[in-house]
Each structure stands twice: as C-alpha cells, then as structure tokens.
C-alpha cells in the first residue's frame, strides 16, 4: 500500500484534552454492579464488598469520571432507596431491565467507591418517573453541610463531609419512546428547566448536563436538541449525546469506517450549540458530553425476567471491536475544543471491558486502546493532515486507511495510528513541520491473529498491547509499519 503522510504542527491547536473524556459508566443493569463491581460473597471483597481484582484491573484505565446509576435504569429509580441500613431499604421490581433491584450498593456506596479508585462522581437524576424537587433533594443530601433534613440524612448514613457532586446529568434519553416517563421535547425542556433552577439555586457550583438526542437515526435528532438548549439557555452546561456502534452485516471496512460518522455527530452537535448560543446571544455555550458510547450489537438480551442481577448484553469484543474504540477515543481527541467529557459505557459484565465469572476476571479486546490513550492523554490535540490512500465504507463514506489523532505534551508527542486495511501493511510517516522528532520514547501496538478474533476466560491474551519497536526515526521524521488491522500508539521525544 502506497505510504501514508501525517504532518503536524505544534501551532496548530484544537484545545487541551480534557481527561475528563476517559470516563466511564456504572449502571444498575444485568450484572455491571451485583455480580461486577460490587460483591461481598467474592473471595476478592473488600472491606466495602466491592471485587478487588476488578479495581485492580480498571485502575489501569486511568478513568476520571463515573457516571451512575442510568441509564434507563435512572428514569425509575428513586435515590433514597438506596441509602440508609441495608436491611431497611427496599427491593423492588426495576422496569427499564425487568430485574430485580434489592438496593444493597446506593449513593453513599457509589461514592466510597469513587473516592477509592480517584474518580469523579456523575449522577443522573431520575427525570422520568421522578420529579424535579426530587433531583434537588438528591443535591442537598449529596454537597450541603449539615444543618438541613437531607444533609443530616447523609450524616446518620455516616458521611458528615458533603460527597462533593460536581457533574450531574438530567435525566437519561428522555427522548426515547423506550424511557420512563418519556415526554416531548417541550415537556422535557419545562420539567429539566425546573430540576436545574432548583438543583443549582441548593448548589450553584454544580454543572448539569441535559439530554440530547440519543441517537442520530431518530426521529428527535437535531430538532429535540434545539428545542431543549433554547428553553434550559444558560442552565445548561454541557448537552449530552449517546452512540452505540456495530458490524451486523460482517463488512469490516465499513464496519472500520465509523469514525466519519462519529465525526460528523460531534460536528452537529456542535453546530445546534453554536446555533443555540447566537441566537440568545450569550457568551455561554454548551460543551458536549458523550456520556454513553461503545460497540454493542451482538448481544440484545435486555429482559431480566424478574432475576436478580441477570446476565444482559455480556458482549465479547474481538479486534475489530477494539480498533473501533480506538476510533470513538481519536474523534474525542480530534474534536477536544468541545468534547468535554466521555463515558465508556459500561465498565464490568455489561457491554463492558472487563467480564467476571466467579472469582476470574477477564480483560476484553477492548480494554487495551483505551488505556494505551488514556496513559498518553496529557497535553494540546493538534490538528492532523492525513495524506495517503483512502477507501469508500459501504455505508459510512470515504476515509483514509489510516485513522490519526495526536497530543502535544511538555517536549513530547503522542500519536494514535489505526490501520484499517484488512490485507495490506501500511507504510506510516509521522512529520513535525516546526520541530524535529529526536527519538521514540515508548510506543505500543495492538493487533491480533484475526479480525474476529477475541479473548476468553481460557486464552486471555489473544489480543493484548505488545511493545512496538518498529519505529524509526529519519531525518527529523518517524516511520513505521503498521500490521493490517492494527492500532498504534507511540510517545515521541521533539527537539
């Protein structure tokens, strides 16, 4: 394959990476929390029941935020059943999965957790069944000092401090017929109006993100994002968008090709937000919050049929799963001016990274391109020139074969490089156009024997990161080869 160019410029600058993009997300769904994270009868409990060697392994991605509990389980749930003596609070029959939820792990369990493994709390307010001076309530209970009936609530459940929520989501999808409490977008618009006026009048710090379209082939897409950003105005922080990405038709150049799409989504979403800020004519405009996103479409178990923690959409990822992560995670990289924040949904069992079976934990294909990012992700998204081949998705449109986004860090470079050729090796160079590359400092390469190839509680290292020492540097430049179907990230030492 004829070699492909990519050239930057430490001048041309998209805005800093907000870490905040390597989030994640923890739904009381199938086995993500009973069963994933939380699990007192584990051999690997720890003192607050939750599964060590599933931390272990998830601190390795380096996630800074976490958002909880929904999903759609969030437009059902109603905090305070799950606070308080275990033993009092109640088991109910939860609607969104049709499980049933014994709420053993709740806020004050979240948010220990959280304060463990260095992540943000992000919690959704339940929207759809729930009502706005509910959601205010769920904020005074969670950030104001003692002295009033929530916050003394949170003191006998043995938090004096306020748990300190910074990010709070207002309702999941309510754009869905699917949701709870699923209403127009005007009614949305009115009711999160409420909530957030409430929400920030109890804790004026605190940022909100409203609900946008859940998803680009809907009916609501574009015109409900409008609708909402022009009532909530500047109570609005951040407006959120969902995207759940597959291969149902086994045409894995297509398949590959994603990434314009996801492009484009971020693209027009930003648009309705610039829209939106013109027409107020105000200085505040609402940044974009992806705060569910994966691969899903191999697994559509969703009935819970009254279990209690229900095995539901446990998919196993292969390797072309995981170069499409690496593409969500480059589209964050390359839109950094207003992609603010991410959530990898979900984190353990559910469409997740990371599966258990009894007392194994597994780590999915999936795994490795984030945290081969997520380990580079400090610095300035630079704008990246991609001179080479292309190739036309069947549905997706043209791309280049090769998918890049960079970071310009203090002296150094960091560089992503995916090859979606399903043949070929790719013949990559990587030029500074004012500075010069010295040498490689690390670099990583993720492949695998087969594009449907995939790890296994019997073989788990089928698709794993391996040092990549095929990097040579010429004349101030980087080249290397990249295996078809393959995902490179490297840290460059600049003059």
Partial sequence: MKRTTVTLHTKFRIGPVDPRIFGGFLEHMGRAVYEGIYDPESAHADADGCRGDVLDVLRRLKMTTMRYPGGNFASGYHWQDGIGPR??????????????????????????????????????????????????????????PTGTRYADM????????????????????????????????????????????????????????????????????????????????????????????????????????????????IEEMDAACRFIQAKRRTRKRPYLCFDEWNVWYKNHETDGRGKIAPHLIEEVYNLEDALVVAGFLQSFIRHADVVKIANLAQIVNVIAPVLTRGDQVLVQSIFHPFEMISKRRDGLSLRVVIDGPSYEGATNGRVHYIDASAILGDGELHVFLTNRNVDETAEVCVAVADRAVLSRKNAELLTGPAHRAANSFEEGNVIEATPFENVEIEDGQARCELPPLSFVAMTLNLN
């Avoid at 499980?99 to 463990?116: A, P, Q, W």
């Fill in 87 to 144: 033993e009092t609070r109640p088991t109910v029959r939860e609607l969104a999965w049709q499980s049933i939820e014994r709420n053993h792990f709740g806020t004050d369990e979240y948010v220990r957790l959280c304060r463990k493994m260095g992540w943000s709390p992000m919690l959704t307010v339940n929207l759809g069944t729930g009502t706005p001076e509910e959601a205010r309530n769920w904020v005074e209970y969670c950030n104001c």
């Fill in 154 to 265: 949170r003191t006998l459940n043995g938090s004096e401090e306020p748990h300190a929520v910074k990010l709070w989501c207002l309702g999941n999808e309510m754009d869905g017929r699917w949701q709870l409490g699923h209403v127009p977008a005007g009614q949305y618009a009115i009711r999160a109006q409420q909530a957030a006026k409430m929400m920030k009048d109890t804790d004026a710090s605190i940022e909100l993100v409203v609900c946008g379209s859940s998803g680009i082939g809907l009916e609501s897409y574009m015109e409900w994002d409008r609708q909402v950003l022009e009532h909530l105005g500047d109570l609005a922080d951040y407006i959120s968008l969902h995207r759940y990405v597959g291969n149902p038709n086994e045409d894995t150049p297509d398949y590959l090709a994603i990434t314009s799409s996801i492009d484009r989504q």
